[in-house]
């Protein structure tokens, strides 16, 4: 699970300018932290505004929300995130 040493999501090191700070490898729900797999991916969007260097991807599971990602987003995340 990527948890950082204080007990936080680990992130990839700072994105380019105007880009997405991603999870590190393998992804976890941002709510409950339980690893996200094909299966269980309920959606995934990008915090924080597109002028900031701070935008980073938000990803739930399944348990956690009941919005679903659709083909587009769920092909991205696993794009980005490949094992």
Same mark, same amino acid.
């Given at each position: 699970?990527?948890?950082?040493?204080?007990?936080?999501?680990?992130?990839?090191?700072?994105?380019?300018?105007?880009? =997405?700070?991603?999870? $590190?490898?393998?992804? %976890?729900?941002? #709510?409950?932290?339980?690893?996200?797999?094909?299966?269980?991916?309920? +959606?995934?969007?990008?915090?924080?505004?597109?002028?900031?260097?701070?935008?980073?991807?938000? =990803?739930?599971?399944? $348990?956690?929300?009941? %919005?679903?990602? #659709?083909?587009?987003?769920?092909?991205?995340?696993?794009?980005?995130? +490949?094992?």
């Amino acid at each position: 699970m990527p948890i950082n040493h204080v007990d936080e999501i680990a992130y990839e090191p700072a994105a380019p300018p105007g880009g =997405i700070r991603l999870q $590190a490898n393998p992804p %976890v729900c941002n #709510r409950c932290w339980y690893e996200i797999t094909p299966q269980n991916v309920g +959606q995934a969007s990008v915090v924080g505004s597109a002028h900031s260097s701070s935008r980073f991807a938000f =990803i739930e599971c399944t $348990a956690c929300t009941t %919005v679903r990602a #659709r083909e587009p987003e769920q092909t991205l995340l696993r794009g980005q995130h +490949q094992r």
